[in-house]
């Protein structure tokens, strides 16, 4: 193998060009799986809501996806220039070339992703007569499995990538209490309760777990009264509360970083093409020199198309949050209505069978879902015992 540094100063200036686009090929090739892994929402971090999240997240995936293509297409067509030029230069010299990569691409968010690209390695090698870029051949004898991104623990924000923790539900067995202004609470006793775990912290969060209980027997109420209603918490509240607009923040910021890395690939491509011209004259090369100018301009535009898609998610992350405040608003604005009429309720329910504490004849049973833990519990029983 022939070492760049023996060749002719034109033929050198072949190999440094292909070689730098043979590197940009497989920077576009971790960039595509920096997008599969980053840019992977999880779809429950859209939340429930009707005709919101589910619209939110078929966009999202949509777009990425085309910003999937696109990065498969840059490294494609670097590929195919690095191809072109470096079996062009072997071909002039007559022998075969092998030359040393540098992948200096600075990123702290796509380096990690380099080394799972195809094609990465700290040499590429071409053949005179060939048909371009030759790789190492992996050993067919050991299964290949691509290696897994190494991410430094000082970058946060990425290291939260596929360990976030998203809203959950716990259900268990446990009894339900509503406080009444005389003492006497009104309990659900035997059923079951839910606790909302994981949620954003923010206000919405705080509503649901300060009135949790309240709500959740609320709806026990209103099941069985059997009005037929939406229930306020688990029907409505709980469709916003599940979402996590902290993580498709998190996600649609880091993409950013593809946006910059195609801006320097493209930067680095348009110096390098007007020094290539200097070492490179003819049909040819300015045949050469046109396209690549075409390509650049287009690294361009896919530059911006990644940058829309993070701004995009930063807005639908922003959306979430408003529609949380507001529910959360909404929350707060009612919830002492709905504690007064729940306390209201209880009142007038044991007023209706408080002759059982005094008739010694058999009175109606109480509604299956209701007790009453009374504020002096031996009073209760010698009560009972005199009935």
């Known amino acids: 193998m022939t070492q760049p540094a023996t060749l002719r100063v034109e033929t050198r200036a072949l190999v440094a060009y292909g070689t730098e686009r043979y590197e940009d090929a497989v920077t576009c090739g971790a960039v595509r799986r920096f997008l599969d892994h980053v840019g992977a929402v999880p779809p429950g971090a859209w939340g429930t809501l009707p005709d919101v999240s589910a619209k939110l997240a078929r966009d999202w995936e949509t777009t990425l996806d085309h910003r999937v293509d696109e990065a498969i297409a840059g490294r494609d067509e670097m590929e195919q220039m690095a191809d072109a030029l470096l079996q062009t230069a072997a071909d002039f010299e007559g022998t075969d070339i092998a030359t040393a990569t540098s992948f200096d ?34 050993n067919q004898h050991d299964p290949y499995e691509r290696p897994a991104p190494v991410i430094p623990p000082e970058n946060t924000q990425l290291a939260a990538v596929g360990h976030e923790i998203l809203p959950s539900t716990r259900v268990v067995e446990e009894p339900l209490t509503l406080g009444t202004s005389d003492g006497n609470d009104l309990t659900l006793g035997g059923g079951r309760t839910t606790y909302y ?14 009135y949790r209980g309240n709500l959740l027997l609320l ?83 896919i530059q911006e198309q990644a940058s829309w898609l993070a701004e995009e998610g930063k807005k639908a992350a922003s959306l979430l949050e408003g529609l949380r405040n507001a529910y959360a608003a909404a929350g707060y604005e009612r919830i002492d209505g709905l504690l007064t009429a729940m306390q209201d309720y209880a009142t007038r329910v044991r007023g209706l069978f408080s002759p059982c504490s005094t008739r010694k004849t058999n009175c109606s049973r109480w509604p299956a879902y209701l007790s009453t833990s009374w504020s002096n519990p031996k009073n209760a029983r010698s009560e009972n015992s005199s009935s």
């Open 219 to 301: 709806e026990a109420m209103l099941v069985e009264i059997g009005t037929g209603l939406r229930m306020p918490l688990s029907d409505l509240i709980m469709n916003a509360w599940s979402s996590a607009p902290g993580v498709i923040r998190n996600r649609a910021d880091l993409l950013h970083s593809v946006a910059n890395t195609y801006k320097t690939v493209r930067t680095n491509m348009e110096d390098e093409t007007t020094s290539l011209a200097r070492y490179w004259e003819g049909n040819s090369a300015d045949a050469f020199t046109q396209h690549a100018t075409g390509r650049a301009t287009w690294l361009g535009q």
């Open 197 to 210: 775990e994981n949620g954003s912290g923010d206000a919405l969060d705080q509503f649901v777990h300060t």
């Open 105 to 138: 691409l600075v990123n702290q968010d796509l380096t990690p992703y380099l080394p799972t690209a195809d094609g990465y390695d700290n040499q590429v090698r071409v053949r005179r007569g060939g048909a371009g870029i030759v790789t190492t051949p992996h």
